[in-house]
Structure formats: C-alpha cells, structure tokens
C-alpha cells in the first residue's frame, strides 16, 4: 500500500486529538482522585472520561512508530542518535528542572514536608513531574529504533503481527502481575520495551498491513469496559486503576482502534498551526490544571459530567496560547 500526503494529514490530525484527550484525562483524574465520592455519579462521570481517553499516549507512540519505522528511511545510526538527542534530551533537563521547582512551590503552598532524599528519589526516578515519564520512556524506544528499524525492514507481515502478538501478550501479563504483586514500574530506560507492539502496530496500521473488524464497536466496548471495571474494582476506600493501564485487557484494543479510526476517516480538521505545539502543550498543561486546583477555580463535586470537559478546553487553549508565546522566545523551539 503506498502512502500519500492525506495519510500523513491523519497522523497530524490524530497528534492534537491526542494532544486534547491527554488533557481531557488528566482533567477527570482529579475528580477521580480528590473531590467526589468514590461510586458517586459525578465520580462515574470522571470515570467515562478517564476511561475512553487512555489511548491517547498509546496513539502517541503509534505516531511515532508510523513515521521512524518507514523502511524506506536510509538515515544512520549516528544520524538518528544526533537527531533525537537534540529534540529529546535538552527537553528533558529543562523541564525536569522546571517541573521539580513547580513541585517545590506546590508543597510549600500546601505545607508539605520533603526531605532531600525525597528531591533525589524524584530526580532519578524517570517521573520528576507525573506527566513526564513520557520523555523517558521516549529515550529508550528511541535508543532501539534504528534496530527495530532494520527489523520492521526485514520482517514478513506474518512475522510482524507475531512480534506485535507476543509483545503485548507479554506486556497484559506484566500488567496483570504487577496488579497482583504490588510491584512498580522498574528503571525508567526499560519503560519502553511493552511499547513496541504500539510502536510497530502504528507502522503496520499506517500501511494498511494491520486491521481490526469494526474499530468504532471495539473502541465504545473496550472504553466502556474499562469504566466497568475500573468501577468494579474500585471500592469506597480504594481506587484501583489496573483497568486504566496502558496493558490492561482493554486498553490496547481501544488505541488500536482509535488509531484505525482516525486512519481511515475521510475528513478530519489537520489544523496545522495547532501541530507544532502539541508537545509543548503536553508538557505545559499540569501548570494550569495545578493553578485551578490551588485556586479553587477547578474543584468539580456535582457537575463533573460538564465541568471536565469544559476545562479541559480551557486548560487545552491556554497550553496553546502559552507554547505559541514561548515559541517566539530563542531556543524554546527545541524545548516545546
């Protein structure tokens, strides 16, 4: 299957839509997490949302898979490793940097005490702020993909879906005993290895070589699942997110699907200008849910049935606004 200029639109569409359902989640976790009754309605409205918006980093990855897995690409290792460094790594410092002083001015504000061990720990644990764990994980898959590279080259479409097949079964399990151990995510740089079924799965979809039957139907059961048992598990004193795991029975099914439906849809809005902010905005936007919630001005009991979305729309518009200015500023090209 050739690949045309419209196919590379739809990857542009799909990188603000999930750019906008990051948001979106990140605005339902609150009252998830903090302001309403667990089981409540408007805590079964925070489900919904966060439930059917999980795909998001998931399609981010596919993304990316799409792209840097194109066999026709005859860039070198060397090349390659220069690249990503220069986009990835001063990203990383310095938003790493910001976002512990952001921790370190939300504390005071609520009277938290941290000793230095803890600022260390935070440091080195690959999840300074709780967004960020994205551009760690980045940097291991991006150390891989001149090798997954050569491997997606030199595969069958047979032995691609098997990888891809053995990748995720192998990752539902880890999810499935990490739910049931207790245990954690371990080194930041080995994050990325269950992400490589998303990684090639997205070259694959984007060639046409990967497909699943009624993608809108396994999309509303998956996201409907994961609300389900999301709430099934949860009790009044506990809230348990194995469902809202990127490798939980449901999930996978649901990006996969979002992302075919996004690749095969015949009109959606590329917005181009919203394109090179994206990842500035996934970066930015704690600072202004953060804002809400110490001011008051984001405190959703009743109502979060409306007020979720809505703010995700304002957090999401005042992100833009914010990576735009930045962007005028030299050297914040590279950083958002």
């Known amino acids: ?72 690409k005859r860039e070198g290792f060397r090349r390659f490793y220069q ?34 061990l803890d600022w260390l720990r935070l440091a080195l644990s690959g999840e300074p702020y709780y967004h960020l764990w994205y551009l760690y994980m980045l940097v291991g898959l991006y150390l891989f993909t001149p090798c997954l590279r050569l491997l997606y080259s030199g595969s069958s479409v047979r032995q691609r879906l098997f990888m891809i097949l053995v990748v995720f079964a192998l990752a539902t399990l880890q999810g499935l005993h990490r739910e049931i151990s207790g245990s954690g995510y371990g080194f930041f740089l080995v994050w990325f290895l269950p992400y490589i079924g998303y990684f090639m ?5 984007f ?66 200008a919203v394109i090179p902010l994206t990842f500035g905005i996934y970066l930015v936007h704690p600072v202004f849910l953060d804002i809400g919630k110490q001011t008051g001005w984001y405190a959703p009991q009743a109502s979060t049935v409306w007020q979720v979305p809505l703010t995700a729309l304002i957090v999401f518009g005042l992100s833009m606004a914010t990576v735009w200015v930045l962007r005028q500023v030299p050297g914040f090209t590279r950083l958002t």
């Open 83 to 116: 690249r990503r460094a220069i986009r990835i790594l001063p990203a990383i410092v310095f938003w790493s940097a910001l976002f512990l002083l952001w921790r370190a001015y939300i504390y005071r504000l609520e009277d938290a005490s941290v000793d230095a």
């Open 207 to 272: 060639e046409g070589q990967l497909r699943l039957p009624l993608p809108g139907l396994v999309f509303v059961l998956a996201a409907a699942l994961t609300a389900a048992g999301a709430s099934a598990l949860t009790t009044s004193e506990s809230l348990n997110v194995y469902f809202y795991d990127a490798f939980s029975l449901t999930v996978p099914w649901m990006s996969l699907a979002v992302f075919q439906l996004i690749l095969n849809a015949r009109r959606l809005p590329r917005l181009p």
């Open 201 to 205: 799965a997205g070259r694959m979809m």
């Open 1 to 72: 299957m050739s690949v045309t200029q419209t196919d590379y639109g739809r990857l542009d569409a799909a990188r603000w839509m999930a750019a906008l359902a990051v948001v979106l989640l990140h605005c339902a976790a609150f009252p998830l997490t903090s302001t309403t009754d667990y089981g409540s309605t408007a805590w079964q409205w925070a489900n919904v949302y966060d439930a059917a918006t999980r795909w998001c980093v998931p399609v981010f990855v596919m993304i990316s898979g799409a792209l840097l897995l194109d066999p026709s």
